[in-house]
């Protein structure tokens, strides 16, 4: 709590990871929070202290006061909506519903294959890792890529003419397939995440990220 009684805003968050979408929200936003480290490499996500805030292990997790929620994606729709007046979300029903469309896609269509390739490359087990879902998650990844990369000829953000909350979860998601060398066919794309991580108000790019904790 700040010293006039405001609440100030918590982010459970682990340098290289999803919790980069909620810095990066609230950043734009020009909102102070207090950043809490979970050391994922140390295993501090499957702490009882940790669990009893996500059972789920997982982070982001954004605290406000009493109120705690996960899910980056419901996290920065959370923020867009506390802070409506920053302009992250359109109040027009049709914007809105294209923020949630381009935000839906970005965690369905694009993260889970990456998801599936970070599982079968570097989380599971070796001995339960399958090489042909590699194969098969990045041509996933490319099919719906393509989709993106023709929508966003001709255009500076994802939905209307200004930044929103559905930029700044592709931007990530985008930087993540660029960490996988699955941008260099998708020109636009790459052009338009180097184009927000331009932005004064971004969060470290993932490889950068990824430095700072080794
Ligand atoms: N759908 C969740 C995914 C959260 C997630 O899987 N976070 C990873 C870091 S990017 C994590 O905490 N992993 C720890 C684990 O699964 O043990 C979100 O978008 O917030």
Redesign the pocket.
């Known amino acids: 709590m700040k010293e006039d009684g405001e609440i100030v805003i918590q982010l459970y968050e682990?340098a290289p990871?999803?919790s980069i979408r909620v810095r990066w929200t609230l950043q734009e936003l020009g909102v102070d929070f207090e950043s809490v480290t979970v050391n994922?490499a140390a295993g501090e996500?499957r702490s009882p202290e940790f669990l009893k805030i996500n059972p789920a292990?997982?982070?982001?997790v954004l605290v406000d006061g009493g109120f705690a929620l996960?899910?980056?994606?419901a996290i920065v729709l959370y923020l867009a909506e506390k802070y409506l007046h920053k302009g992250l979300l359109p109040t027009e029903l049709q914007q809105r519903a294209q923020v949630n469309r381009w935000l839906l896609f970005a965690?369905t269509e694009l993260e889970q294959p990456l998801w599936r390739i970070t599982r079968h490359t570097a989380l599971y087990p070796e001995h339960l890792r399958l090489t042909a879902d590699i194969s098969l998650a990045r041509q996933d990844f490319k099919d719906m890529a393509a989709v993106m990369e023709a929508h966003m000829q001709g255009r500076l953000f994802i939905v209307g003419e200004t930044l929103t909350v559905a930029d700044l979860v592709s931007a990530y998601t985008l930087d993540w397939a660029n960490e996988v060398q699955l941008l260099d066919d998708f020109p636009q794309l790459f052009a338009y995440m180097e184009r927000m991580y331009a932005r004064s108000n971004a969060p470290p790019r993932i490889a950068e990220a990824l430095a700072s904790i080794n």
């Open positions: 682990f990871t999803r994922l996500h292990g997982k982070l982001p996960t899910e980056s994606v965690a």
